[in-house]
């Protein structure tokens, strides 16, 4: 019988090596998906997975199963790390110089899908569809958040909005995309 992850998160405290491995092999594909996604580049990616579970290493301690299961927080932390380093290569203008790489012609086209491929049109049809459950301003502080690297505060700013509105469609367009993509709801 498998563990779950709390269990292995247990046994990771306790320095347990084969505990993290199992963890790897279930969350380092997840964890590349969404660094890929978020940070824009297939090596950066790849650091995001070892930046992930070395801090799984590190501070499987916090990890507190009265305040969500592992597999939230293990995906919180994915998150976390994902936008943390995003701002770092944005603040060291990494995405600039990768504009300039791309107009110039220098693309790495491997381990991209072919975009007339059935798979890519299937996930542009699905993603249109999900995201045409948000509201504007929803989408709009899900972008700046997660794509452009923008704090809160920074997207209330750049949207001359007050900072509890920018959080409600922040809060809600995530709550909207949970129950769309995997049929569970935070808020009632």
């Not at 790849?46 to 290493?57: K, R, T």
Request: glycine content about 6%; proline content about 1%; hydrophobic content about 35%.
């Amino acid at each position: 019988m498998l563990a779950s992850d709390e269990t292995l998160l247990i046994q990771v405290k306790e320095g347990k090596s084969e505990a993290l491995a199992y963890l790897f092999c279930r969350y380092c594909g997840l964890a590349r998906g969404i660094g890929r996604r978020i940070l824009r580049d297939e090596g950066e990616a790849e650091d995001l997975v070892q930046e992930v579970f070395l801090f799984l290493h590190r501070n499987a301690s916090v990890f507190d199963s009265s305040k969500s299961t592992a597999r939230s927080w293990i995906v919180q932390i994915i998150y976390y790390q994902a936008i943390s380093r995003r701002r770092y290569l944005s603040s060291r203008q990494f995405y600039v110089q990768a504009d300039c790489k791309e107009s110039s012609g220098d693309v790495d086209v491997r381990g991209r899908k072919d975009e007339h491929s059935g798979e890519a049109l299937f996930d542009r049809v699905a993603l249109a569809e999900v995201l045409g459950t948000l509201t504007e301003d929803q989408r709009e502080t899900l972008r700046l958040y997660f794509f452009e690297g923008h704090t809160l505060n920074e997207i209330s700013a750049k949207l001359n909005e007050p900072l509890g509105n920018v959080r409600h469609h922040y809060y809600r367009g995530l709550d909207k995309l949970r129950e769309r993509l995997f049929g569970c709801r935070l808020r009632d």
